[in-house]
């Protein structure tokens, strides 16, 4: 059974790094959710307090645009009838997003009085997100709209093809952002396709379809970039040290002067700017190019299949150890972003784990 879903696992032992950047993009959303409250509202951010949460937040920030990429080199890459396509990938999400939007909906109405009535939860269903973190859906749905047009035109897409894409795609997402927010010139022309997440979307497929070729051991180079596969590991790696040191600094840069009571700018945590999508491609690179040696361990092969699962339920758990007294602020984040982090990733996965057991459960999962 073929899993494309970006937060489900694909069985084929060549994509076992697909599965290990999954896992690794499933904490890292854990993470921001445990760290952003921190790093969003600072009371003081000369403080160890703000840049310790800061750093979680900004080497977290590429987990969402990773699993677009994923995405996109999954269901990319592959050929399937419109009507196939359709029904495989809707029900593969639906049925799991209706199931959690009904329950958060439930636990939104008796934690906190909302939605009031039925149909404002009906109405919450179509406009969204009905929790904070369900966004992803509504987005993953969008791109899968988009999958029968891009299909055909990346089987036969060029290297130039590509690179004109993606430099659309930078002008019309990462300049039009920044000469909108910081100059006030946005720009007249619609981008339309180059906007948003389209080029995440493409350039996971563009990125995960590239392998090693050459005359023999020491003389194999990725094409066309002429680099080889531990190159291509230390570009990664270079990238998301540059990508995460530069969302911790930026973000410092365009706050200073900040203080309590004022809003705090997030523009640099945005999944949409040239910090956080450099740090992506680093996390792509580095996974696909260094972290591909070893085949996954049982416990991976486990977290992978329920990746979807823990990313729809980790909420509920992290609200639950709110309720426990374990929450982002109940000690200092040094200790407190990676302790409750692992503590939700843990009891969500075992949650899920057992979810996967009862029948019908991975279904929901």
């Not at 706050?255 to 996390?283: E, H, K, R």
């Amino acid at each position: 059974m073929e899993h494309q879903n970006p937060l489900q696992p694909v069985n084929r032992t060549s994509h076992d790094w697909a599965d290990r950047l999954r896992n690794i993009a499933t904490v890292m959303v854990i993470a921001i959710h445990v760290a952003a409250p921190i790093a969003h509202d600072p009371n003081d951010i000369n403080s160890s307090w703000w840049w310790v949460g800061n750093f979680w937040n900004s080497i977290s920030r590429p987990g969402v645009p990773l699993f677009v990429m994923l995405s996109g080199f999954l269901l990319l890459g592959k050929d399937y009838p419109l009507p196939v396509f359709l029904k495989r990938r809707f029900t593969r999400v639906l049925i799991p997003a209706l199931f959690w939007m009904i329950v958060y909906l439930v636990y939104g109405f008796f934690a906190n009085g909302k939605p009031a009535s039925i149909l404002e939860g009906l109405r919450d269903l179509v406009v969204g997100p009905v929790h904070y973190h369900l966004w992803f859906i509504y987005l993953i749905i969008g791109l899968y709209l988009l999958y029968p047009i891009l299909r055909p035109w990346v089987k036969s897409a060029q290297e130039q093809d590509f690179m004109y894409f993606f430099i659309m795609c930078i002008i019309g997402t990462w300049c039009y952002k920044i000469l909108a927010l910081f100059y006030n010139l946005p720009l007249g022309v619609h981008f339309e396709l180059f906007t948003n997440n389209a080029g995440h979307f493409v350039l996971g497929y563009y990125l995960g379809t590239k392998s090693a070729a050459g005359t023999g051991a020491g003389n194999e180079f990725v094409q066309p970039w002429r680099l080889s596969s531990r190159q291509l590991f230390l570009l990664g790696l270079g990238l998301v040290i540059l990508g995460t040191a530069s969302t911790c600094i930026a973000s410092y840069l365009l706050n200073m002067g900040f203080q309590p009571g004022q809003q705090f700018n997030v523009f640099y945590y945005d999944y949409l700017t040239p910090n956080v999508g450099i740090s992506a491609i680093g996390w792509f690179l580095l996974v696909r190019f260094g972290l591909d040696k070893h085949a996954l361990l049982e416990v991976e092969k486990e977290f992978a299949a329920a990746s979807f699962g823990i990313y729809l339920a980790h909420v509920l758990v992290m609200d639950w150890w709110g309720k426990c007294g374990f929450w982002h602020s109940a000690q200092h984040p040094f200790k407190g972003i990676p302790g409750l982090t692992g503590l939700v990733t843990l009891m969500t996965f075992m949650v899920v784990l057992m979810l996967r057991a009862l029948p019908g459960g991975k279904k929901i999962t």
